[in-house]
């Protein structure tokens, strides 16, 4: 019966020390978040990325009629802050304007990728 004690005990030390073992293994191999030598830099694409749509919005003309922020100037259908189109249907709009109340974009004045930058931005303003 001792026996028996003895290679439950053993088998429990052994499993112990494999898991003690894997953990160590992994944490020497994972780091941490908080790591000084870390390259993770997407928290600081964030405040940039805002500040060019931002940036784009006010140069191309928009913040005189949405505000700079988006929020709108009062007029009816000016907030477009926190919009709830779908890109495809945001690319259209600024593409093709709205009648005599707002212009369309070309290509060479507002690229795509600012185009998803400006929606990305205003989503979530």
Do not use: K
């Not at 439950?8 to 020497?28: E, G, K, N, P, Y």
């Not at 784009?56 to 005189?64: L, N, R, V, Y």
């Amino acid at each position: 019966m001792s026996d028996h004690r003895f290679r439950v005990c053993r088998f429990r030390l052994r499993d112990v020390l494999a898991t003690a073992a894997i953990t160590l293994a992994l944490v020497a191999c994972g780091g941490s978040d908080a790591d000084n030598g870390s390259n993770d830099t997407s928290g600081d694409d964030a405040p940039s990325a805002a500040n060019e749509a931002q940036s784009i919005f006010i140069e191309q003309g928009c913040a005189e009629c949405h505000g700079e922020q988006g929020e709108g100037s009062g007029e009816p259908r000016t907030e477009i802050a926190g919009t709830r189109m779908i890109i495809q249907a945001f690319t259209t709009r600024v593409r093709n304007g709205r009648g005599a109340a707002m212009p369309g974009y070309s290509e060479e004045q507002v690229s795509d990728e600012e185009i998803e930058l400006l929606h990305d931005w205003l989503r979530t303003n």
